[in-house]
T-cell receptor
Framework: KQEVTQIPAALSVPEGENLVLNCSFTDSAIYNLQWFRQDPGKGLTSLLLIQSSQREQTSGRLNASLDKSSGRSTLYIAASQPGDSATYLCAASYNQGGKLIFGQGTELSVKP | DTEVTQTPKHLVMGMTNKKSLKCEQHMGHRAMYWYKQKAKKPPELMFVYSYEKLSINESVPSRFSPECPNSSLLNLHLHALQPEDSALYLC?????????????FGPGTRLLVL
């Protein structure tokens, strides 16, 4: 069964800290992996997408890596800010049909 | 323009009502999706349309009826819903057939079934 797991479920850090969010997936035959951000009661905002042939993607203070052999992806956030507070979801796709398998999310709180 | 719009933002309906949710995008995407999200849970896929044809139905009860009248529009018709169907309903769209198939999500419709 294809499953995606995110640890920890919640994380609280002081402003300015660098942090890593973890995502693991059971089936390494991944098509791509996406990281999303969701603010309370809102839709999802796409942050980064890593194709199966790539090892990492960067956007501003965000860096996502993909290690298919170990079934892991990480999202690195540099110099965290209170505005980064949100739930972060990773989602794996195994074909071009578009079905995403989501992790349970990590709820991040960045304290001023 | 990378926007997916959804209407209405909020909806309250009784179990005997019929209502519809609407989703629209103008990014030229030919894949559109409906997700259901309960509080503190990740989104669950309900339906996928590819080139205006239903390609995935995740065993959703027939009281939910999707419709894709054209490449920019996606509807979800609701009838005889149950209180447990109360949730945030999210629409998304993406290109088809490319590995960089980022899904763009709308803000959602928050549905309350009484």
């Amino acid at each position: 069964k294809q499953e995606v797991t995110q640890i920890p479920a919640a994380l609280s850090v002081p402003e300015g800290e660098n942090l890593v969010l973890n995502c693991s997936f059971t089936d390494s035959a991944i098509y791509n992996l996406q990281w999303f951000r969701q603010d309370p009661g809102k839709g999802l905002t796409s942050l980064l997408l890593i194709q199966s042939s790539q090892r990492e993607q960067t956007s501003g203070r965000l860096n996502a890596s993909l290690d298919k052999s170990s079934g892991r992806s990480t999202l690195y956030i540099a110099a965290s800010q209170p505005g980064d507070s949100a739930t972060y979801l990773c989602a794996a796709s195994y074909n071009q049909g578009g079905k995403l398998i989501f992790g349970q999310g990590t709820e991040l709180s960045v304290k001023p | 323009d990378t926007e997916v719009t959804q209407t209405p933002k909020h909806l309250v309906m009784g179990m005997t009502n019929k209502k519809s949710l609407k989703c629209e995008q103008h990014m030229g995407h030919r894949a559109m999706y409906w997700y259901k999200q309960k509080a503190k849970k990740p989104p669950e896929l309900m339906f996928v349309y590819s080139y205006e044809k239903l390609s995935i139905n995740e065993s959703v009860p027939s009281r939910f009826s999707p419709e894709c009248p054209n490449s920019s529009l996606l509807n979800l018709h609701l009838h005889a819903l149950q209180p447990e169907d109360s949730a945030l309903y999210l629409c998304a769209s993406s290109h088809v057939g490319r590995k960089k198939e980022t899904q763009y999500f709308g803000p959602g419709t928050r549905l309350l079934v009484l």
